[in-house]
C-alpha cells in the first residue's frame, strides 16, 4: 500500500488541468510618420541647405519656407519660390532647398508638403536676412467649403473608342468666413486611385468674398491610357483653414470592345458545313454494287 501512494499522486498530478497561456502577439507598429529635418544653426535667407525628409509617400515633393509660424498657411509661405523634388519608394531623401525669404516676418519654418497638401510636415528654422514686417494681427479668415462637385466625361462618342477627350469638373465654392478669400492658391492632382500624380492645370479662382458663393468648370485633359476610374484630388488654401476634396470618374472604351465582340460572335452564330444527310436506297445501292 505505502508503494502505491506515490504512483496514484503521480497519476493524479497528470489528470489535474494545466493552465495554457496563449502566446502574446507583438502589437502591429504604427506607420511612420512623414518626417522633416534640417542641419542644425542659423542660416541666412538666400542660402542652400539639405532638407531630409522621411517616411514621406513616393511622388512629388513641396518645400517651402514660411513666416509667421506658417499659421495663415500659404500666405505666409514663399510659395511662388519653393523648391521641387522627387521622393523614391523608400520614402527617404535629402534634397537641397534654397531659402526663399518669406513674405511675412519670423518666426520661420520649412514647410514640405504634397501638391495637394494632404501630407505635410514642418521644422522650425532660425533664419536671418528676412526684411518682410510682420503679420497684420487676424481680425478674421475666410472659410471655403465645397458647395458642389461634379464630374462629366466629356469624351462623347469618340471616348468610346479611345480618342481622348476632356473630363469637367463643375466646382462651386461657398465663401462662410468674415473676410474674402482673395485668389487662395489651388492645386489639382488627377490619376489612378492610389496613383495620383499627374499635375491639373488649377484655374484661378479670383476673389470669393464673404457670404459668396461662385462656381468654377475645370478641364482635365484625358488620353487613351485613361481606362477604368480615375480621381481628381484637390486643394484650396484660403487665409483660414484649407479645404481638399476628391471626385472620381470611369472611362471605358465600349467602343473598342464592340469591334473585337460582334466579329467573334457572328463566328459563333455562322452555320458550318453539315454533312449531306444519306438516304437508305443510296446505302442499299451502294451495297448492292460492292457485292456485283
Avoid at 27 to 45: C, D, E, N, S, Y
Avoid at 138 to 167: I, K, M, Y
Wanted: hydrophobic share 45%.
Amino acid at each position: 500500500m505505502t508503494r502505491l501512494l506515490p504512483a496514484a499522486a503521480a497519476l493524479l498530478a497528470l489528470a489535474s488541468p494545466v493552465p495554457v497561456v496563449a502566446p502574446t502577439s507583438a502589437p502591429a507598429a504604427a506607420p511612420a510618420a512623414p518626417r522633416i529635418a534640417v542641419p542644425a544653426g542659423t542660416f541666412r535667407a538666400g542660402a542652400q541647405i539639405p532638407v531630409t525628409l522621411g517616411g514621406w509617400p513616393a511622388g512629388t515633393v513641396q518645400i517651402e519656407v514660411c513666416g509667421n509660424g506658417g499659421r495663415r498657411g500659404a500666405l505666409d509661405c514663399a510659395t511662388s519660390r519653393a523648391g521641387h523634388g522627387q521622393v523614391p519608394s523608400s520614402g527617404a531623401v535629402t534634397l537641397p532647398v534654397v531659402l526663399a525669404a518669406p513674405p511675412v516676418g519670423c518666426p520661420c519654418l520649412v514647410r514640405a508638403r504634397t501638391p495637394t497638401g494632404g501630407i505635410r510636415a514642418s521644422v522650425g528654422l532660425p533664419l536671418t536676412g528676412v526684411s518682410a514686417p510682420p503679420a497684420p494681427a487676424p481680425v478674421g479668415a475666410a472659410e471655403l467649403v465645397v458647395a458642389g462637385l461634379r464630374a462629366t466625361d466629356r469624351s462623347g462618342v469618340p471616348g468610346w473608342f479611345g480618342v481622348p477627350g476632356d473630363l469637367t469638373v463643375d466646382l462651386a465654392l461657398r465663401n462662410v468666413g468674415p473676410a474674402d478669400a482673395v485668389d487662395p492658391p489651388f492645386s489639382l492632382l488627377f490619376g489612378r486611385p492610389g496613383r495620383v500624380h499627374t499635375l491639373v492645370d488649377a484655374p484661378p479662382l479670383g476673389t470669393i468674398g464673404a457670404g459668396q458663393t461662385r462656381e468654377y468648370r475645370i478641364r482635365v485633359p484625358t488620353d487613351a491610357t485613361v481606362v477604368g476610374r480615375h480621381e481628381l484630388h484637390g486643394r484650396i488654401e484660403p487665409s483660414g483653414r484649407p479645404v481638399a476634396f476628391t471626385v472620381e470618374a470611369a472611362r471605358y472604351p465600349w467602343g473598342l470592345l464592340g469591334l473585337v465582340a460582334v466579329p467573334l460572335l457572328w463566328a459563333l452564330a455562322r452555320p458550318g458545313q453539315r454533312p449531306r444527310p444519306v438516304r437508305r436506297e443510296e446505302v442499299g445501292s451502294a451495297r448492292a454494287a460492292r457485292h456485283a
